[in-house]
């Protein structure tokens, strides 16, 4: 009998995922250079240079980071179909340790932070799985699989956790028009899966039409990726003998391929482009003491790992859930450190927490490259020093 071999989307995103990542900390450095050269004018001039209707900015902010949400929920889907999210098992280790580290990074934010800044809290909950998975990676085999897909699995959580804070706290005045709309479209959708529709374009062509209205309503846009996401049919094929893959009919899996490079080399490296610049040059002295600065900082170095590592503990010692196999202590500990890397979406969401104030972003943007690069060294530095648990 032929066992049955599956590669999960998910864990063949990690053979380019150092590469991505590696790409993505390339342009962070290039924006960090630009914001505090000489051409910094250029460079903030060029992001709000209006393309038709929108500025450059906003149409990576709000178009080119769409398409990242769409693989996104790809992702999300694929892993609770038939992923490592497949059954409740599965999610539960993840599932506590991503809302540990969702809630306790929060409640440090606001603890440094009240009044009109408090609207920041959600910055620090984030985990970038692009960098985490890419300095995990560096570690080499040393670290065992299972915790690699542990710290997979709780980033998807996690990314699901944010679009749902996104969607719930950081929409503007709505537009029940548009949101009528967006709604007629979202039913187009779900009537294409149900009808069995297994081509791609019509869904990219409504998915489109339902960005539109999604910019239009007051919610913010990128929304519109994840629920296209969620309507793609994801189909099942049975196994051959001479092709490991079973999804070769899946639209799902189709996009999500084909989406994997272009999102991992292209549109995450250009959102870190046009948004990690910090003018750190520019910036008074105060803002490296700042109370958003330190609450972000704090909350992604020290928040990430109590809420993370602790709830993790907690749920194995209460016998919840077992741990990764194979996994040490010391290596949870450092994985839950790399948990604290949340450039990506935190910088997303701090240009949605203090819209039109660029100190409360600077101060924000600056907590969290110091808060992810202290996460990313000491995570790494733990794991390359940790001993794999003994069978």
Known sequence: MIQRLRTSAIRRFLDSQTSAGLVLMAAAVIALVLANSPVASDYEAA???????LSLGHWINDGLMAIFFLLVGLEIKREVLDGQLSTWPRRILPGLAALGGMVVPALIY??????????????????????????????????????????????????????????????????????????????????????????????????????????????????????????????????????????????????????????????????????????????????????????????????????????????????LADAPAHASTAQMLGTACLCGIGFTMSIFITLLAFPGDPLLQAEAKLGVVAGSLLSGLIGFAILRRASPQRA
């Open 110 to 319: 606001l603890a440094f932070n009240h009044g009109g800044t408090a609207s920041g809290w959600a910055i620090p909950a984030a985990t970038d799985i692009a960098f985490a998975l890419a300095v995990i990676r560096l570690v080499g085999n040393r670290v065992p699989a299972s915790l690699r897909i542990f710290l997979a699995a709780l980033a998807i959580i996690d990314d699901l956790g944010a679009v749902a804070i996104i969607a719930a706290f950081y929409s503007t005045a709505l537009s029940a028009i548009d949101l009528g709309g967006a709604a007629a479209m979202l039913v187009v959708l779900i009537a294409f899966n149900r009808m069995g529709v297994k081509r791609l374009s019509p869904y990219l062509l409504v998915g489109a039409v339902l960005w539109v209205f999604m910019v239009r309503s007051g919610i913010h846009a990128t929304i519109a990726g994840v629920l296209l996401a969620f309507t793609i049919p994801m189909t099942r094929t049975p196994a051959r003998p001479d092709c490991d893959d079973d999804t070769r009919d899946s639209p799902l899996h189709r996009l999500e391929h084909a989406l994997h490079k272009p999102v991992g080399f292209l549109v995450v490296p250009i959102f870190g482009l046009a948004n990690a610049g910090v003018p750190v040059l520019g910036l008074p002295a105060a803002a490296w003491g700042a109370p958003v600065t330190l609450g972000v900082g704090a909350g992604l170095l020290l928040g990430k790992v109590l809420g993370v590592f602790g709830m993790t503990m907690l749920a194995v010692r209460l016998k």
């Open 47 to 53: 992001l709000h240079h209006h393309l038709g209707p």
